[in-house]
């Protein structure tokens, strides 16, 4: 065979393998997830599951002053491409999104993870400044600073990936902080899709598990445990999707 030949020939097999791998990418189910309000893209990065599924993160835009979770949830849907099956995984503030978005996009599958589906799954406190809105005078860089000092009691095991934890936060904008946390604490939203699969750690002191009605309790499963327990976390959500 002459070198054009050769050359002819190798640039077919490149076209034809080409085409194999777009074609088994297209038929991976597309899984989109949606990180913490105080986090970012890093917090999935010990998940195991891009062997499996097409995984795509939705990324965070600091929302107008009077938009709800409901109004946040549908711009940020349009990131998805709803023309392809698909499947949501929320986590804490994330979680509260994909919940909304459930009812509109119906999705083949929604996972929540360390949130809350709605607002009768919050503790006390967070009812108690609905009622007293203190929050709406409290300025962004406040929350932030707050979020900083206190993340070491509410994360018991942020020790194992420290850095992770403190760059996602301080590469937060305080006007978003202080944006979702009002969305946050005037959720309205009380029920919820039923086809909604909630993981929740036992030891969450953000959201305590005895106000939330789960489907998985991940033993020593901390309000982060999707970045310090990836392992487990990954296993749950493969067995979910299989049902």
Known sequence: MTLNGHIKRSVILCFL???VCSTVLAQKHTVYLIPGQGADARLFKNLDIDTAFQVKNIEYFTPEKDWDMERFAKELAKQIDTTQTFSIIGVSLGGM???EMADFLHPEKVIVI???KSRKEFPGRYRF???VPVFWV???IAIKTGARILQPLVEPDRNKDKATFKSMLRNKDPLFLKRTTTMILTWKRESYSNKIVHIHGDIDK???PRFVQYDYLVEDGSHMM???RGKL???LIYGIMNE
């Open 206 to 208: 953000t959201l305590p």
């Open 97 to 99: 999104l994909a919940t």
């Open 17 to 19: 393998l080409a085409v």
């Open 114 to 116: 360390s949130s809350a």
């Open 233 to 235: 976390i990954s296993e």
């Open 129 to 131: 400044q609905k009622i």
């Open 138 to 140: 409290v300025p962004g």
């Open 226 to 228: 999707v970045l310090t």
